[in-house]
């Protein structure tokens, strides 16, 4: 793509080489008719030199196609009528010949350059129009401002062959980058306080040397941008350049919009969040705390009354509820911090102790002494947050011991660019189409009379993503669910592991 006007390609403008062309049809129109002198009457000679004012029309400028006309008229009085060699002309009737030659000439000349300026300003305009089309597309794919720039600034190099430059509106207000030419920033600010183009041409700011043109689309201005070099005739460039502001502006609104939308649904999300936890507080955290409160009031009141059995009792049960609290605080404090993006603390990690470290916790839970692990030696390490991964890995063994009343095997194993942790159990499995569903916060099994709520598998598969991996569940034949953890290893591993 070239810059291209009009008059650049119209007739008008006269080039160099012009004058030689004209003077090689009239010498080569002269010759002709010389050549033809004995045999041909003088009409027909007047044709030859016709025939080089179309050729003239058709390829030259106005200017020299109406020297080719003032010159075929000159130089077949000169040559051809009587007296010939000479300026005069003897008869009327040849007089009248010229004058009417010559007048043809000149109309030919004229309409040729007229069909000439409309041929280029068609071809001109249907290139304007696929670029157009080409940077609505472009625009289109744009997903941030700077991307809306760099076109901007590419098709308006290419439409116009005087400098450009283009500014975007910052959340200041103000103009970014600033223009490099002095006084560019004080037309581009003007441009944009007044919402409309100016500069030459267009009635406003008339002194300018340049186009000022705001990127604006209804009220909305996203920035302006700055066409040099411009001519105040210049109108259909001045229209080409407005439509590709539009456009621009267009684009910068849609970018606006699209990010005003994206930060609500934030806030919306967020609100969410905090609306679905305090459900969820003013709902799971009451019982244990009722129970709790419940059990320590009848021991301050009434410790006297109360056999050391029951004593025992309250005092395991304010143990346990205080337990199951304390796991749910965990549990919600650590959704809602990776719901809200929260800080990752990554570091190279051996899986083999992480699950040696938690399993160490699990089984002091573990009356039954019903906890296996399957964990192959050699494995490599992986980037993880170990207090997370060792908390999900909790919930899963916490379920599995909650859900299932027979051994539980916890196995480690390596696939492909992952690394699986799987906890199967022999419980009662998920039910069919819940495979999703229990992922989600505050999901509960509908058959579930155990205690919980719902926001364990949540977490863990909150942690899992965090981690860029997921967290799946399988059936396992012969009854019972495999849950597994499945995270990344990287293939650079740290020295010490590669070596
Ligand atoms: P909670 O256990 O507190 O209900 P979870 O998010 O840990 O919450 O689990 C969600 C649901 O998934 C549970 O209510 C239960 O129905 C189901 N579930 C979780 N783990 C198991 C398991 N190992 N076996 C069978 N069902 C399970």
Same mark, same amino acid.
């Given at each position: 793509?070239?810059?291209?006007?009009?008059?650049?390609?119209?007739?008008?403008?006269?080039?160099?080489?012009?004058?030689?062309?004209?003077? %090689?049809?009239?010498?080569?129109?002269?010759?002709?008719?010389?050549?033809?002198?004995?045999?041909?009457?003088?009409?027909?000679?007047?044709?030859?030199?016709?025939?080089?004012?179309?050729?003239?029309?058709?390829?030259?400028?106005?200017?020299?196609?109406?020297?080719?006309?003032?010159?075929?008229?000159?130089?077949?009085?000169?040559?051809?009528?009587?007296?010939?060699?000479?300026?005069?002309? =003897?008869?009327?009737?040849?007089?009248?010949?010229?004058?009417?030659?010559?007048?043809?000439?000149?109309?030919?000349?004229?309409?040729?350059?007229?069909?000439? @300026?409309?041929?280029?300003?068609?071809?001109?305009?249907?290139?304007?129009?696929?670029?157009?089309?080409?940077?609505?597309?472009?625009?289109?794919?744009?997903?941030?401002?700077?991307?809306?720039?760099?076109?901007?600034?590419?098709?308006?190099?290419?439409?116009?062959?005087?400098?450009?430059?283009?500014?975007?509106?910052?959340?200041?207000?103000?103009?970014?980058?600033?223009?490099?030419?002095?006084?560019?920033?004080?037309?581009?600010?003007?441009?944009?306080?007044?919402?409309?183009?100016? /500069?030459? /041409?267009?009635?406003?700011?008339?002194?300018?040397?340049?186009?000022?043109?705001?990127?604006?689309?209804?009220?909305?201005?996203?920035?302006?941008?700055?066409?040099?070099?411009?001519?105040?005739?210049?109108?259909?460039?001045?229209?080409?350049?407005?439509?590709?502001?539009?456009?621009? /502006?267009?684009?910068?609104?849609?970018?606006?919009?699209?990010?005003?939308?994206?930060?609500?649904?934030?806030?919306?999300?967020?609100?969410?969040?905090?609306?679905?936890?305090?459900?969820?507080?003013?709902?799971?955290?009451?019982?244990?705390?009722?129970?709790?409160?419940?059990?320590?009031?009848?021991?301050?009141?009434?410790?006297?009354?109360?056999?050391?059995?029951?004593?025992?009792?309250?005092?395991?049960?304010?143990?346990?509820?205080?337990?199951?609290?304390?796991?749910?605080?965990?549990?919600?404090?650590?959704?809602?911090?990776?719901?809200?993006?929260?800080?990752?603390?990554?570091?190279?990690?051996?899986?083999?102790?992480?699950?040696?470290?938690?399993?160490?916790?699990?089984?002091?839970?573990?009356? %039954? @002494?019903?906890? @296996?692990?399957?964990?192959?030696? /050699?494995?490599?390490?992986?980037?993880?947050?170990?207090?997370?991964?060792?908390?999900?890995?909790?919930?899963?063994?916490?379920?599995?011991?909650?859900?299932?009343?027979?051994?539980?095997?916890?196995?480690?194993?390596?696939?492909?660019?992952?690394?699986?942790?799987?906890?199967?159990?022999? %419980?009662?499995?998920?039910?069919?189409?819940?495979?999703?569903?229990?992922?989600?916060?505050?999901?509960?099994?509908?058959?579930?009379?155990?205690?919980?709520?719902?926001?364990?598998?949540?977490?863990?598969?909150?942690?899992? @993503?965090?981690?860029?991996?997921?967290?799946?569940?399988?059936?396992?034949?012969?009854?019972?669910?495999?849950?597994?953890?499945?995270?990344?290893?990287?293939? =650079?591993?740290?020295?010490?592991?590669?070596?």
């Amino acid at each position: 793509m070239n810059p291209e006007t009009v008059a650049d390609t119209v007739p008008g403008a006269r080039r160099p080489h012009d004058g030689w062309v004209v003077a %090689g049809l009239l010498a080569a129109a002269t010759l002709a008719c010389f050549a033809l002198d004995d045999h041909v009457s003088l009409t027909s000679r007047a044709m030859v030199f016709m025939l080089a004012v179309v050729v003239a029309a058709y390829k030259l400028p106005w200017v020299a196609s109406a020297a080719c006309a003032v010159g075929s008229a000159t130089l077949l009085n000169f040559f051809f009528i009587a007296p010939r060699f000479t300026l005069q002309v =003897d008869s009327r009737e040849n007089l009248v010949a010229l004058f009417t030659m010559l007048t043809v000439a000149l109309v030919i000349s004229h309409l040729g350059t007229a069909l000439r @300026r409309e041929t280029a300003t068609a071809r001109l305009n249907e290139r304007r129009a696929r670029e157009l089309q080409q940077l609505a597309g472009e625009l289109a794919a744009a997903a941030r401002p700077e991307q809306v720039l760099v076109l901007a600034r590419r098709f308006l190099g290419h439409s116009f062959p005087g400098p450009c430059s283009v500014a975007l509106l910052g959340p200041d207000g103000q103009l970014a980058p600033p223009g490099q030419a002095s006084g560019m920033d004080d037309g581009m600010r003007a441009c944009i306080r007044e919402a409309a183009t100016l /500069g030459p /041409g267009t009635g406003r700011w008339p002194g300018l040397n340049a186009w000022y043109l705001p990127l604006r689309a209804d009220t909305h201005i996203g920035g302006a941008a700055c066409v040099q070099g411009v001519a105040s005739s210049d109108h259909e460039g001045r229209e080409h350049a407005q439509a590709i502001c539009a456009l621009l /502006g267009q684009a910068l609104w849609r970018l606006r919009l699209a990010a005003d939308m994206h930060a609500s649904e934030e806030q919306a999300h967020w609100h969410r969040t905090q609306n679905t936890f305090l459900a969820a507080i003013s709902h799971d955290f009451r019982t244990p705390l009722a129970a709790i409160m419940g059990a320590a009031s009848s021991l301050q009141t009434q410790r006297d009354k109360l056999s050391p059995a029951e004593q025992e009792r309250l005092t395991a049960s304010i143990a346990n509820e205080a337990g199951h609290l304390s796991t749910l605080t965990e549990n919600t404090l650590q959704l809602a911090r990776l719901q809200n993006r929260g800080e990752l603390h990554l570091d190279w990690q051996s899986m083999e102790e992480l699950v040696g470290a938690v399993l160490a916790r699990v089984r002091q839970r573990d009356a %039954g @002494r019903r906890i @296996r692990s399957k964990v192959p030696s /050699g494995l490599p390490l992986v980037k993880a947050d170990p207090v997370l991964i060792a908390q999900a890995l909790e919930n899963l063994l916490d379920n599995a011991l909650k859900y299932s009343t027979q051994g539980i095997e916890l196995e480690v194993t390596l696939a492909g660019p992952r690394m699986e942790v799987a906890v199967h159990d022999r %419980g009662p499995g998920i039910a069919a189409g819940a495979e999703l569903a229990i992922f989600e916060p505050f999901r509960r099994g509908d058959q579930d009379a155990t205690r919980g709520a719902g926001l364990g598998l949540a977490v863990c598969q909150a942690i899992a @993503r965090a981690h860029g991996g997921e967290l799946t569940v399988r059936s396992r034949e012969g009854g019972g669910s495999s849950f597994v953890l499945a995270i990344p290893v990287e293939a =650079d591993q740290p020295a010490a592991v590669a070596t």
